[in-house]
């Protein structure tokens, strides 16, 4: 028995559904924008806040909020160990990060408030900031954490979150 095929339309596309559509998970070229708008904004903590308010809905923040986090506690991402990746290159590692903040008060605290800041823009972020939180309070924590003087940072940082 000869079946006949059924007829199809010429010129017709296959529309593929957005839900089935995904986004490449890209935390260097996140690290790479965010670095450089960190760099360039100087060293008022002020214009730091507004590069990171502004940059949220351009950025994914909830997609690579550990990335956020590591790179504005440590300066850059962090490997499984608690190293820096950022293989000797300054452009992909920032100085307005936590560790390289003097261990005054008031500088701390200044720190507190960009975060404080960001939390508040961006609800989501709250529970990535309290995971990066636990992770640098850990009792074994990574060496890079207790090499840049945490301990001394973390309580004037905490209680202003």
């Known amino acids: 028995m000869n079946k006949h095929q059924k007829p199809v339309l010429t ?16 935390p260097t070229v996140f690290r790479d924008t965010l670095v450089q708008g960190l760099n360039e904004a100087g060293d008022d903590l002020e214009a ?11 950025l994914d923040y909830r997609r690579y909020a550990d990335t956020l986090f590591d790179i504005l506690v440590a300066g850059s991402m962090l490997a499984p160990g608690g190293t820096r990746i950022d293989d000797g290159d300054k452009t992909k590692k ?46 074994h924590s990574p060496s890079s954490f207790l090499k840049h003087g945490w301990q001394k940072k973390m309580p004037t940082l905490l209680p202003r979150l």
Do not use: W
């Not at 010129?11 to 890209?26: A, L, N, P, V, Y």
């Not at 730091?48 to 351009?58: E, M």
């Not at 605290?109 to 972020?125: G, H, M, P």
């Open 11 to 26: 010129g017709q596309r296959f529309k593929t559904r957005k839900r089935d559509e995904k986004e490449k998970f890209e």
């Open 94 to 139: 920032t100085n307005h990060c936590v560790f390289s903040a003097n261990e005054d008060h008031e500088t701390i605290r200044n720190y507190a408030q960009v975060f404080n800041k960001l939390i508040r823009r961006y609800k989501y972020l709250e529970k990535a900031f309290e995971d990066e939180m636990k992770k640098a309070l850990r009792p």
């Open 48 to 58: 730091v806040a507004k590069f990171l308010d502004s940059t949220g809905s351009r």
